[in-house]
């Protein structure tokens, strides 16, 4: 029903940056939260940033001053423009939002399929 299509990965130098971004389709009413997190190789899932359909965000301090989160809710699109990056960055980025289906129904969680990001040193 609904999909969360991420691009923009790929592979840099330490000092470089890049921007991701994450489009979601599908049969969505609204949605309110959208975020990133990031998982490494033998390490859980973490937060990267966070953004309310009002504008506020969230960082974790590991990236709070490098990265920056932003959305177009028209068009249901959250992007992440990551600055300064570093080898212990590198991990696979997904996308999360939270969705709701109809005026009258809860909130869904959905991720997208992820994409790779390479921090060489």
């Known amino acids: 029903q609904v999909q969360l299509v991420e691009s923009g990965g790929g592979l840099v130098q330490a000092g470089g940056s890049l921007r991701l971004s994450c489009s979601a389709s599908g049969r969505i009413f609204s949605t309110n939260v959208m975020g990133w997190y990031r998982q490494a190789p033998g390490k859980q899932r973490e937060l990267v940033a966070l953004?309310?359909?009002?504008?506020?965000?969230n960082y974790p301090d590991s990236v709070k001053g490098r990265f920056t989160i932003s959305r177009t809710n028209a068009a249901n699109t959250v992007y992440l423009q990551m600055n300064s990056l570093k080898p212990e960055d590198t991990a696979v980025y997904y996308c999360?939002?939270?969705?709701?289906?109809?005026?009258?129904?809860?909130?869904?969680?959905?991720w997208g399929q992820g994409t790779q990001v390479t921090v060489s040193s």
């Open positions: 953004i309310t359909s009002g504008g506020i965000t």
């Open positions: 999360n939002a939270r969705v709701r289906l109809g005026p009258m129904g809860g909130e869904y969680n959905y």
